[in-house]
């Protein structure tokens, strides 16, 4: 499987952006996909996950309210919507996919997103 993140940007505080994750390689159903991100000289945190059948998501709570988690089956493609974005959110935002619920097994490369107060 292979992962490809893209949408990231810079804006300003407040705005909206709207990340995807087009997945290819493979006849795909996976358990779940997810996306992380990882601020500079930080740890990569769990932003959000979205099941790929049922379509149930979770968030981190500092993200909950103004991120959404969507996708389309149809394309492989797994969206984040990103609303009132804060300097905080300033990060490297990668994706990946979990075949079974046991844990991410395909990783993407990140895109940048960085918010300026």
């Known amino acids: 499987v292979q992962l490809q993140a893209s949408g990231g940007g810079l804006v300003q505080g407040g705005a909206s952006l709207r990340l995807s994750c087009a997945a290819s390689g493979r006849t795909f159903r996976p358990y779940a996909m997810g996306w992380f991100r990882q601020a500079p000289g930080k740890q990569r945190t769990f932003v959000g996950r979205?099941?790929?059948?049922?379509?149930?998501?979770s968030y981190a709570d500092s993200v909950k309210g103004r991120f959404t988690i969507s996708r389309d089956n149809a394309k492989n493609t797994m969206y984040l919507q990103m609303n009132s974005l804060k300097p905080e959110d300033t990060a490297v935002y990668s994706c990946a996919v979990a075949l079974e619920s046991t844990g991410y097994d395909y990783w993407g490369q990140g895109t940048q997103v960085t918010v300026s107060s």
């Open positions: 979205i099941t790929w059948v049922a379509g149930s998501t």
